[in-house]
């Protein structure tokens, strides 16, 4: 079986860990970062560690992107806020507080990057946390949560949406952004793994749990759609600008198939189905 190109560590990029790392530290080695642009029309070049060095082109796209990305953040806390005191069991409780806790991290970690933009990013940063619940960019961002299912299939399927943005943002060439993103991810872990394990136990367990197993296909059946859209248009000129400025490593169309390979067997293992690709689709 050949090996999945998303868990493939970048080159460069896969330093001792654990136990190996801790020896290596105690013996007086030393952790490399990454410095050099790994990919792109700039590959090989010291990273960009401030505002200042981009070029104006690249300056703009991260500011869009980083917009991007914090609006996802403060949005689904919005959706999840109903569920805190909402949730069936109390750990279920204890699992949406940590999310909330989680998703606000990421809105500041997005706000801090905007920030070194000086005034423009601050001015992107109040208009952020002025947005209410439907006033978000992204269609699945300004969906409610009805019901606990909702939260399911949200953090199961958007959430690992998010985890694809971020990744390909893995040492990318803009320093401060590379370097948010293994927390960041290693916090989003978390949120999946929650969304599979609700959504399995609706399927599974039903009323002895919450809903059905007809509630889980009904909520596969609302976001995986909205999921989908999320990667963005199949042919976006930004996205081949990015992987360009070695920012992203993925076409959105590329990003969107390794997506779908992932999540494929996932909805099979909860005995629910996924619908076609064309599913509900609002962006292609
Ligand atoms: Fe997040
Ligand atoms: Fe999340």
Redesign the pocket.
């Known amino acids: 079986m050949s090996a999945d190109p998303s868990q493939t560590p970048l080159p460069g990029t896969n330093p001792p860990s654990g136990p190996a790392l801790a020896k290596t530290l105690r013996e007086g080695g030393t952790i490399e970062p990454v410095r050099e642009i790994l990919w792109g029309d700039a590959a090989g070049v010291r990273k960009y560690e401030s505002a200042e060095e981009l070029t104006p082109e690249m300056r703009k796209l991260i500011i869009r992107l980083m917009v991007v990305q914090a609006d996802?953040?403060f949005a689904?806390i919005q959706q999840h806020r109903p569920w805190l005191d909402g949730a069936p069991t109390l750990e279920d409780r204890w699992i949406e507080a940590r999310i909330v806790a989680?998703?606000s991290r990421?809105?500041l970690q997005a706000c801090r990057i905007l920030r070194d933009f000086g005034e423009e990013g601050q001015q992107y940063i109040d208009d952020l946390l002025s947005k209410r619940e439907g006033q978000h960019k992204l269609d699945a961002f300004n969906m409610k949560f009805d019901r606990w299912s909702d939260v399911g299939a949200f953090t199961c399927f958007v959430?690992r949406v998010?985890v694809y943005q971020l990744r390909a943002f893995q040492e990318c060439a803009y320093g401060p952004l590379a370097r948010a993103m293994p927390l960041?991810l290693s916090?989003?872990q978390l949120?999946l793994n929650f969304g599979f394990s609700v959504l399995k136990r609706i399927s599974k367990d039903g009323p002895k749990y919450y809903g059905s197993k007809e509630e889980a296909q009904a909520a596969v059946h609302k976001w995986y759609p909205r999921a989908l859209d999320m990667f963005g248009h199949s042919h976006s000129e930004t996205s081949q600008k990015a992987i360009a400025m070695g920012l992203k490593r993925w076409t959105n169309e590329e990003a969107r198939a390794l997506y779908i390979k992932e999540v494929t067997p996932l909805v099979a293992s909860m005995g629910l189905e996924l619908p076609s690709p064309d599913f509900d689709r609002h962006i292609l």
Do not use: I
Request: hydrophobic share 10%.
């Open positions: 996802t953040e689904s989680d998703e990421h809105g959430d998010g960041m916090e989003e949120h």
